[in-house]
């Protein structure tokens, strides 16, 4: 303390000096526009200049800091990606193929649904009025749910994969063999294919679909993945095990795929199969004419036959008119008239 009151002492003048220049320099920037102006000026910039010199050490001093939470940052994207990669994928698997014009979607909730049952049953809210018919595909947003059964008139009954009475006809979507899915009771995700042969090259994790041979469901319809390989009852064949696709516990939404041309497949198939059975009102529905069919089938144009052989063979002996009124033979003019021969 001595020594800072002896340099102030020794230089003072200095001190004198430096307050004088302060006290003028107030004088002069607080009466004059122009000073005033350029010293707020000339004041901005410094002071901007110090506070971004300030600014830059700081920075520098947080830097460490800012990159720990740059790499965490950067690690929950990752996460993120990778989960949204996941998902994609899953739906790109999922993803429900564009259907053909002959189908038509109707939307639906379901009312009421049992899960713990062998046969298992789903209600949903369209009926007949909907367009709605029996042995129309059901399906969701993420793979197929059913069969519809019975119809009402604003009401239907679905038969879920997830019951015994349940058979729908798949394929291994790589290698394109078919089988049949069926549910033997249990998990509410689980199901199993059958009639898939053993030379098939399946592998775990392979996507099963409908194979569309029949109206109900078209190709692609997603089904779920094969999860296990196994051996069917005989030995002949696979028993794969799938992890079905639709999650039937918190089912609300589904659609109903309507084709109302698989009638006409149904009715054509059956007259192929038995065509005794054929009557006029099948092939009219079918689009064709009836006098077709009858000339076409064998048994009845050997009915015509018969029938129309019949008068050839007796026409003969019963209608024999040029024989017996031979009007030539028996009223000959020329004869009966001779008169110049019995006159004479």
């Known amino acids: 303390m001595r020594a800072l009151i002896d340099l102030i002492i020794q230089k003072k003048h200095w001190f004198v000096f430096i307050l004088l220049e302060v006290i003028s320099l107030v004088f002069l920037f607080s009466h004059n526009g122009y000073q005033k102006s350029v010293y707020f000026t000339t004041a901005n910039d410094v002071v901007g200049a110090t506070y971004n010199v300030i600014s830059g050490i700081t920075s520098y001093l947080h830097l460490k800091e800012e990159n720990q939470a740059l790499e965490a940052k950067n690690e929950q994207l990752r996460k993120k990606l990778l989960d949204m990669q996941r998902l994609m994928a899953q739906d790109s698997v999922k993803r429900m193929p564009a259907l053909p014009l002959k189908y038509e979607l109707v939307p639906a909730q379901v009312v009421n649904m049992t899960l713990h049952k062998a046969n298992n049953l789903i209600t949903i809210n369209k009926g007949e009025a909907d367009g709605i018919r029996p042995e129309m595909g059901v399906v969701c947003s993420q793979g197929v749910v059913g069969i519809v059964y019975m119809t009402s008139r604003h009401y239907s009954i679905v038969i879920p994969?997830?019951?015994?009475?349940?058979?729908?006809?798949?394929?291994?979507?790589?290698?394109?063999?078919?089988?049949?899915?069926?549910?033997?009771?249990?998990?509410a995700n689980i199901a199993y294919i059958t009639s898939i042969p053993r030379h098939a090259p399946v592998k775990v994790n392979e996507i099963v679909e409908t194979n569309g041979y029949s109206d109900v469901f078209p190709a692609g319809l997603p089904i779920g993945q094969v999860v296990r390989l196994g051996d069917s009852s005989d030995g002949m064949s696979y028993m794969l095990k799938v992890r079905l696709f639709t999650n039937f516990a918190t089912l609300r939404e589904v659609t109903?795929?309507?084709?109302?041309?698989s009638a006409e497949r149904h009715m054509l198939e059956e007259v192929a199969q038995n065509p005794e059975k054929a009557d006029s009102t099948m092939l009219k529905q079918l689009g064709q004419a009836t006098e077709k069919p009858q000339t076409d089938e064998k048994p009845q144009t050997t009915e015509k036959k018969?029938?129309?052989?019949?008068?050839?063979?007796?026409?003969?002996?019963?209608?024999?008119?040029?024989?017996t009124t031979e009007k030539p033979q028996t009223t000959e003019k020329p004869q009966t008239t001779e008169k110049p021969d019995t006159i004479r």
């Open 161 to 187: 994969l997830l019951n015994t009475n349940s058979k729908v006809s798949c394929r291994l979507r790589n290698s394109e063999y078919f089988g049949s899915l069926i549910w033997e009771r249990g998990y």
């Open 256 to 261: 109903v795929i309507t084709n109302y041309t």
């Open 306 to 323: 018969q029938t129309a052989e019949a008068p050839k063979t007796t026409a003969p002996q019963t209608t024999e008119k040029p024989q």
